[in-house]
T-cell receptor, first 112, second 115 residues
Framework: AQSVTQLGSHVSVSEGALVLLRCNYS??????LFWYVQYPNQGLQLLLK??????LVKGINGFEAEFKKSETSFHLTKPSAHMSDAAEYFC??????????FGTGTSLTVIP | GAGVSQSPRYKVAKRGQDVALRCDPI?????LFWYQQALGQGPEFLTY????????KSGLPSDRFFAERPEGSVSTLKIQRTQQEDSAVYLC?????????????FGDGTRLSIL
């Protein structure tokens, strides 16, 4: 069965500092991996997706993620945090069928 | 419309009442998904449609939950005899095809509160 684990339910960074949100997946086959962001009272917006074309994936708003098969990880990073990055972030894996499995989310706080 | 539209945005019902939640996917999107998101949790899969066919309903928590998409476009999630544990945000998502590399596009959800 597919699953994702997001380490750290809450992460706080200073404005301008590096953002690192962790995601590990379990999968018996190379998965499709996604990062979504959710602002209060809104649905999820796609940040980026990994589909095996390249291990380093660039997304919107300056975010990127690196797929590391040896570590079964797909961590999300951003070099310099902005106040507007404060939100809930979800890692998700989709199997070759059609089910998405979401992590429990990481709440990012940006300190001015 | 440009995105996935869900209505109502907020629904309050008394325990035991039936509710119906509507999802209008992006035009032309083949796949449609329903999720339940409890407070502080990630979305959990409920059911999946490809066009009008409900291909997977393994996530529906009980036979009180029913979903349909009769013409392969708009979908309705119905909950009968609501219980307090049904209180959650219900998210609808659509994707262009059924292929695994296609991302899902989410609506803003319906926040359901059962009193």
């Amino acid at each position: 069965a597919q699953s994702v684990t997001q380490l750290g339910s809450h992460v706080s960074v200073s404005e301008g500092a590096l953002v690192l949100l962790r995601c590990n997946y379990s999968s018996s086959v190379p998965p499709y991996l996604f990062w979504y962001v959710q602002y209060p009272n809104q649905g999820l917006q796609l940040l980026l997706k990994y589909t095996s074309a390249a291990t380093l994936v660039k997304g919107i708003n300056g975010f990127e993620a690196e797929f590391k098969k040896s570590e079964t990880s797909f961590h999300l990073t951003k070099p310099s945090a902005h106040m507007s990055d404060a939100a809930e972030y979800f890692c998700a894996v989709r199997n070759t069928g059609n089910q998405f499995y979401f992590g429990t989310g990481t709440s990012l706080t940006v300190i001015p | 419309g440009a995105g996935v539209s869900q209505s109502p945005r907020y629904k309050v019902a008394k325990r035991g009442q039936d509710v119906a939640l509507r999802c209008d996917p992006i035009s032309g999107h083949v796949s449609l998904f329903w999720y339940q998101q409890a407070l502080g949790q990630g979305p959990e899969f409920l059911t999946y449609f490809q066009n009008e066919a409900q291909l997977d309903k393994s996530g529906l928590p009980s036979d009180r939950f029913f979903a349909e998409r009769p013409e392969g476009s708009v979908s309705t999630l119905k909950i009968q005899r609501t219980q307090q544990e049904d209180s959650a945000v219900y998210l609808c998502a659509s994707s262009l095809t059924g292929q695994g590399n296609q991302p899902q596009h989410f609506g803003d959800g319906t926040r359901l509160s059962i009193l």
